[in-house]
């Protein structure tokens, strides 16, 4: 089987950081550095869409919309990969979601990123 959890989420002011970490786990994961991982974001009332995301490699991938902002970045003895979030702003409120692309979609439950103040 294979999972995702995100852990780091909370309530944050503008300008301010916050760090999101996603763990994998199950046997699905036993070679979790071949995979490339991604974080994704949804809004209410909108599609989710990619915020960044990080090859097998290491290379990486930003939305126009953080760049310069965001940093991803992955742990492969730990089989963990984390967003680095900061110059946070009102707009980058969502649900944040870990993904792993395997030969099928996997998806973490979400956590909530609130920037207001």
């Known amino acids: 089987q294979v999972q995702l959890v995100e852990s780091g989420g909370g309530l944050v002011q503008p300008g301010g950081s916050l760090r999101l970490s996603c763990a994998a786990s199950g046997t699905g994961f036993t070679f979790f550095g071949r995979y490339a991982m991604g974080w994704y974001r949804q809004a209410p009332g909108k599609q989710r869409e990619l915020v960044a995301d990080?090859?097998?490699?290491?290379?990486?991938n930003y939305s126009d919309s953080v760049k310069g902002r965001f940093t991803i970045s992955r742990d492969n003895a730990k089989k963990t990969v984390y967003l680095q979030m900061n110059s946070l702003k009102p707009e980058d409120t969502a649900v944040y979601y870990c993904?792993?692309?395997?030969?099928?979609?996997?998806w973490g439950q979400g956590t909530q990123v609130t920037v207001s103040s």
């Open positions: 990080i090859s097998n490699g290491g290379t990486t």
């Open positions: 993904h792993a692309r395997k030969s099928y979609d996997v």
